[in-house]
């Protein structure tokens, strides 16, 4: 193998900018022609490749989104989109590419392999830490502590005007962002995909709060909680605590931004090169993953399709530690 190439795809994660700075000096380590593809799986279709170059990567090993930017191409759905994309690396010499990214972007290179052949290799950059096959994905450290410095300040407000506050983080189909940072914030209650929590529930949890003579409250909420959003749930609070005042925060795309953390700095860092080093073993159509702190790989239709459970311990330390 002498040319690899490397795209960002799918939402931006801090740490991305870190795992690209990887590939890159790894691949030229070890002596590779090593390619950045622009705007994910659209610039590759388009050829919008350029040759890659040690101080291509300099200085952005602790900056957020990603220099590749990152972009939805409905194109590459379409047979006819990938085929371009593979006739794109084909007419470079391109043998192997790297892909950073979560379960959207694994599909793309999934299909990528099966239908052209084309070398794959995944490193996991999302923040949801919702890919089977890792402990942790790229940017989801970052993405936590950037909620619970947001909570730590929204308890200031709650405790010196005694409100109950509900804060929405992100977790479309996963609560790991929401559990974490719930445990870290000293949260009363928290609401996840993965499990049903009734509004009973929260209201009752609550009243035990203000029974034990809790005068502020936090409500953490996974966006993609089958109550609703957290406008949605504090309504419905609201029916059954008429007396108390309740406010909303929506963290939103706050927490994809940012400087990533030293955790995740380090975390894409290794992945980066594993990924390198994968291809060079000939691995292919496979994730760069971490293990009780080991590198292992695991196939992309494994990373994809299998389920990643949320500890239900973690979601028994927020009822006891609210107490």
């Known amino acids: 193998m002498k040319k690899i190439a490397v795209l960002t795809s799918g939402g931006d994660a801090p740490g991305m900018n870190a795992c690209l700075r990887a590939v890159v000096r790894g691949g030229l380590y070890h ?3 090593v390619y950045g593809v622009v705007r994910g799986y659209d610039g590759l279709i388009r050829g919008d490749l350029y040759k890659m170059k040690s101080y291509s990567v300099s200085n952005i090993v602790g900056q957020g989104g990603t220099i590749l930017k990152s972009a939805r191409s409905m194109e590459f759905k379409t047979k006819e989109g990938r085929a371009k994309a593979a006739e794109q690396l084909r007419a470079l010499g391109i043998e192997g590419l790297v892909v950073i990214g979560g379960d959207g972007t694994f599909t793309g290179a999934n299909l990528l392999y099966n239908e052209h052949g084309i070398k794959v290799v995944g490193a996991p950059g999302t923040i949801d830490n919702d890919l089977f096959g890792t402990d942790f994905t790229i940017g989801y450290d970052t993405a936590v502590n ?24 992100m977790g479309r189909d996963s609560g790991y962002i929401a559990v974490q940072s719930a445990i870290g914030g000293g949260a009363e209650k928290v609401m996840v995909p993965e499990t049903k929590t009734t509004i009973d529930d929260v209201v009752s949890s609550l009243q035990k709060g203000w029974d034990n003579e809790k005068s502020a409250s936090i409500v953490i909420t996974a966006e993609g909680d089958s109550e609703g959003s957290a406008m949605e749930i504090a309504a419905k609070v609201k029916k059954h605590c008429p007396d108390k005042d309740i406010k909303v925060t929506t963290l939103g795309h706050i927490q994809r931004g940012g400087s990533p953390s030293a955790f995740d700095r380090i975390l894409a860092s290794r992945m980066g090169i594993a990924a390198v080093e994968a291809l060079l073993e000939d691995k292919s159509n496979v994730m760069v993953g971490i293990v009780n702190d080991k590198l292992v790989y695991t196939t992309l239709d494994d990373a994809i399709t299998k389920e990643k459970p949320l500890n239900t311990d973690l979601l028994k330390m927020v009822e006891i530690l609210s107490i």
């Open 31 to 33: 002596g590779l022609d």
């Open 146 to 169: 950037t909620a619970l410095d947001a909570i730590d300040k929204i308890r200031d407000t709650a405790n010196s005007h005694e409100r109950l506050f509900f804060v929405e983080v």
